[in-house]
Structures are given as structure tokens and as C-alpha cells.
């Protein structure tokens, strides 16, 4: 079946350490997404890409790196510089042709602080 | 800057009742806007999406509808279940973005007790 796969499910972060999220799909979709969301908010976009090796800051990048070296995998690394990360991570892809195009989701990565 | 906002925060409602869901967004140039569904600790999943000349869809007991002029969409569910029960978060594409950008509402927690 096609969809979005992330690891692991849990993840924890010591302080000053990089770690990063892992984002795989296998829908053939151009455009992949990172979002962040805090209990009692919405998702925010931290950063996106829509074809590979581009990729642009969304509203909340400061802390974060990505990188699109293959079509499928859209990795996220939550930095040191990061200092609240706790939360709950989703990945999403979306095909890029046409108007109205939805966007499909991952089960997510909740990040937590040791 | 577009902002999203659904009501009721949360609504708990017995079996077999047909219930509401709102959303309201501030400014009406948008492309689409989609609803999803989150269930606890897991991803999102679309469940409708409704291209901003559109006036409603529908899929199943959901109907989906749209009045761009006034920055409102309801999401109708009939003759709810407890399997019903879930976050559902509304999201507009603005207009005025050259990608698929979401702005997320900060969801409805519904609960529908047997």
C-alpha cells in the first residue's frame, strides 16, 4: 500500500544534541512537508519542498534543517539551536500538478526532551 | 495574515445525534479547504476537500460546506458513532501562495459516547 512512513514513533533529545526525524513515501509525490504541532494549536509548516534537492522555510524553520536528496525521503534534523522541541512532528506529501491536490499524512514522530 | 479559527473547542454528543462542526477563516482568497481527521497520537487523514468555487461536498454521512464571501465552512456529520470520535481540523490553502501552503485551525475534539 502507498503512504508516508516515519521513525520512530518516539524519539529523545538530550541537551545541545542534533537529532533527526525520518520521512519516507512511496505515493510519487513531488512536494513533501514538515509541520509541527503544540498541544492547543494548530500544525504549523516548518519547512517544505517541492522537488528534490529544493527546499524553502516555512513559518517556523529557526532550529530545523532538512534536506531532499531523493524523491521519496524528506529527513528533518531538530538542532541544538532549537530550544523548545518538544512536540508532536508530522510529514506530509502532495502531488504538485493541478490546483486542489490534498495532502497526505504520516502517523508522526512525538519528540521529546530527556 | 490568514487566521483559522473552529468552534466548539471540544463537543461531546451520544450516539445516533447529527451534529455540526464549524470553521472560520479571515480572509476569503483561498484555493481550497479541506477537512481531516486525527485520531489520538497518530496522523492526519483528509476527509474532504472543497475547491473554493464549490459549495459543498459530501462523502459517506459527512457533508462538507463552503460561503467563501463570509470565511465559514461546516462540516455536517449524520447519525454519528463512536467510532466518530476524533480531532477534526479544518485548513484553507490561501490564495495568494505560489505552493500548497495550509493554514491549520486548531480542531474540534469530538466524542461520541454509545
Known amino acids: 500500500d502507498g503512504g508516508i512512513t516515519q521513525s520512530p514513533k518516539y524519539l529523545f533529545r538530550k541537551e545541545g544534541q542534533n537529532v533527526t526525524l525520518s520521512c519516507e513515501q512511496n505515493?510519487?509525490?513531488?512536494?513533501m512537508y514538515w509541520y509541527r504541532q503544540d498541544p492547543g494549536q494548530g500544525l504549523r509548516l516548518i519547512y517544505y519542498?517541492?522537488?528534490?534537492?529544493?527546499?524553502q522555510k516555512g513559518d517556523i524553520a529557526e532550529g530545523y534543517s532538512v534536506s531532499r536528496e531523493k524523491k521519496e525521503s524528506f529527513p528533518l534534523t531538530v538542532t541544538s539551536a532549537q530550544k523548545n522541541p518538544t512536540a508532536f512532528y508530522l510529514c506530509?506529501?502532495?502531488?504538485?500538478?493541478?490546483?486542489?491536490?490534498?495532502?497526505?499524512f504520516g502517523d508522526g514522530t512525538r519528540l521529546s526532551i530527556l | 495574515k490568514q487566521e483559522v479559527t473552529q468552534i466548539p473547542a471540544a463537543l461531546s454528543v451520544p450516539e445516533g445525534e447529527n451534529l455540526v462542526l464549524n470553521c472560520s477563516f479571515t480572509?476569503?482568497?483561498?484555493?481550497?479547504l479541506q477537512w481531516f481527521r486525527q485520531d489520538p497520537g497518530k496522523g492526519l487523514t483528509s476527509l474532504l476537500l472543497?475547491?473554493?468555487?464549490?459549495r459543498e461536498q459530501t462523502s459517506g454521512r459527512l457533508n462538507a460546506s463552503l460561503d467563501k464571501s463570509s470565511g465559514r465552512s461546516t462540516l455536517y456529520i449524520a447519525a454519528s458513532q463512536p467510532g466518530d470520535s476524533a480531532t477534526y481540523l479544518c485548513?484553507?490553502?490561501?490564495?495568494?501562495?505560489?505552493?500548497?501552503?495550509?493554514?491549520f485551525g486548531t480542531g474540534t475534539r469530538l466524542l461520541v459516547s454509545p
Open positions: 506530509a506529501s502532495s502531488k504538485m500538478t493541478g490546483v486542489d491536490q490534498p495532502q497526505h
Open positions: 505515493l510519487n509525490h513531488d512536494a
Open positions: 519542498s517541492q522537488i528534490v534537492n529544493d527546499f
Open positions: 480572509d476569503s482568497a483561498i484555493y481550497n
Open positions: 472543497i475547491q473554493s468555487s464549490q
Open positions: 485548513a484553507v490553502r490561501p490564495g495568494n501562495t505560489g505552493f500548497q501552503k495550509l493554514v
